[in-house]
């Protein structure tokens, strides 16, 4: 027999394991982590055609147990993530088009874990999408479409990113083979791999994503947002509660810190100060939608929250030339009382006269 190596770590899986269900029971029974590892690395293997093990793969998502110890040799880094559960998880995105029904169910699981490994799982698999024709890109993303209100559960459930905890293994290691893992809570989160999926999801997402704009935990409103600015023109529907956004901002000390004039020579550098608060992903929304929103845009230029008035120009200046019918409205605010607007106003003139 030919041994192959898979996975996270070098676990040995033998090139005659095809029994998907003989594989299954293996992973569900098997007394050692290792031994279930292996089995999630042998369905791993067979891709499409472990199809029958999914639910067997879904339910060991809730498998925390190492699959490699010390007395192994080598170093296994302390609550990093190879686990039983892991492994399962990578099978589930080589089975692909079969898991994703199971894995989108899976979402609503209380078990946090469940959930993240099943949000990084429907990532990978939502992802392939990039790399398809349009029309079969099209009909991939349409498999995704029943994971939207599921997904912006998990935005407001974990949307905010919790403090870092040490990760308590059911068997813990020790001796001179473990290091110890840093910040648990440093990678991504289910939230920001839900916010991902969404925008692969499209025009699909936009109706329940709005529905969270104005929530009341800002960070679930940023997500949102941020969903809505990776959408592109579909999410036109939204139109409306993302103007209601342009003024959602992180608080004054955002808007009391100082500027460089020499930032009018960039447009980014200018722009990006604010990119990450609420009202920065509406206006990049808003600019994605493009001629549409340039009306109410213009009007938004006479709000009196200089936040407003500056996501504003963000936004029509992310239009561009098919918002020159703003040039008027944004030459008035070179003498807006607010630097950042007058800076903004300047940059923003100067892309739509080009």
């Keep these: 027999m030919t041994a192959a190596l898979v996975g996270v770590t070098a676990t040995v899986v033998l090139a005659d394991d095809t029994d998907v269900a003989a594989l299954g029971k293996r992973l569900r029974k098997a007394k050692s982590g290792k031994e279930r590892g292996q089995a999630a690395d042998a369905l791993k293997a067979l891709g499409e055609e472990a199809g029958d093990a999914v639910p067997a793969l879904v339910a060991a998502l809730a498998d925390d147990e190492p ?5 192994e040799g080598g170093f296994r880094i302390e609550g990093d993530p190879d686990t039983v559960a892991r492994h399962a998880m990578m099978a589930l995105e080589e089975v692909g088009a079969p898991a994703i029904d199971p894995l989108i169910d899976a979402l ?3 078990n946090a874990n469940v959930r993240s490994h099943a949000s990084e799982a429907l990532e990978s698999l939502a992802m392939r ?3 398809l024709p349009d029309e079969e890109a099209v009909a991939w993303r349409g498999r995704f479409a029943r994971a939207a209100r599921p997904l912006v ?5 974990d949307g905010k ?3 870092p905890k040490k990760s308590k293994p059911a068997k813990k290691p020790t001796g001179a083979g473990v290091i110890e893992f840093g910040d648990a809570g440093g990678g991504p989160t289910p939230a920001d791999r839900a ?22 935990d800002r960070d679930v409103r940023r ?14 529907p939204a139109l409306d509660p993302l103007l209601d956004a342009l003024g959602d901002h992180e608080g004054k000390k955002l808007r009391q810190r100082p500027v460089d004039e020499g930032e009018l020579d960039t447009f980014a550098n200018f722009f990006a100060g604010a990119s990450k608060t609420v009202g920065g992903f509406a206006a990049v929304a808003l600019s994605n939608i493009g001629e549409p929103a340039v009306e109410s845009l213009i009007q938004r230029l006479r709000d009196e929250d200089a936040a407003v008035r500056e996501n504003a120009l963000r936004a029509l200046n992310g239009i561009g030339k098919p918002a020159s019918a703003a040039i008027p409205a944004v030459e008035a605010l070179l003498e807006d009382p607010d630097e950042r607007v007058r800076i903004g106003a300047s940059v923003t003139l100067r892309t739509l006269e080009r």
């Design 223 to 236: 997500r949102a947002a941020q969903v809505l600015s990776l959408v592109g023109a579909e999410a036109e």
């Design 67 to 71: 699959v490699r110890d010390s007395s």
């Design 129 to 131: 999408a990039e790399g």
């Design 195 to 216: 916010v991902k999926i969404l925008g692969i999801i499209g025009a699909r997402a936009v109706a329940p994503v709005t529905d969270v704009l104005k929530h009341r």
């Design 153 to 157: 559960k998990i935005l407001v459930k």
């Design 108 to 110: 609503g699981e209380r």
């Design 161 to 163: 990113r919790p403090a």
